[in-house]
Nanobody, 117 residues
Framework: QVQLVESGGGAVQPGGSLRLSCAAS????????MGWYRQAPGKLRELVGT???????YYADSVKGRFTISRDNGKNTVYLQMNSLRLEDTAVYLC???????????WGQGTQVTVSS
């Protein structure tokens, strides 16, 4: 079983920056994919970005060029650096982890990010 705990959410003005962290613990596969998703009220959960164990990243078009995902394998932690934040970035951001072999992903409880002027 894997446990994920997000932190770093908060309120920020448009154009500002925020850095989210997600610490994983438990039975973690050595080769895995960690990712960030977000869900705003009334909207579907949206993939923000993913990063593999070897550092390969993927970003949704909506955040490409503004957000950066990274990870520290020694700390079992994934980060999301968010720059040039927009009002539409407001959402609950959730961390996930899945084995590259497949199976159901694990999810954190989420951290709120609010962008407002």
């Amino acid at each position: 079983q894997v446990q994920l705990v997000e932190s770093g959410g908060g309120a920020v003005q448009p154009g500002g920056s925020l850095r989210l962290s997600c610490a994983a613990s438990g039975s973690i596969a050595s080769i895995n994919v960690m990712g960030w998703y977000r869900q705003a009220p009334g909207k579907l959960r949206e993939l923000v970005g993913t990063v593999t164990s070897d550092g390969t990243t993927y970003y949704a078009d909506s955040v490409k060029g503004r957000f950066t995902i990274s990870r520290d394998n020694g700390k079992n932690t994934v980060y999301l650096q968010m720059n040039s934040l927009r009002l539409e970035d407001t959402a609950v951001y959730l961390c996930s982890l899945r084995s590259v072999r497949g199976g159901s992903p694990s999810w954190g409880q989420g951290t709120q990010v609010t962008v407002s002027s």
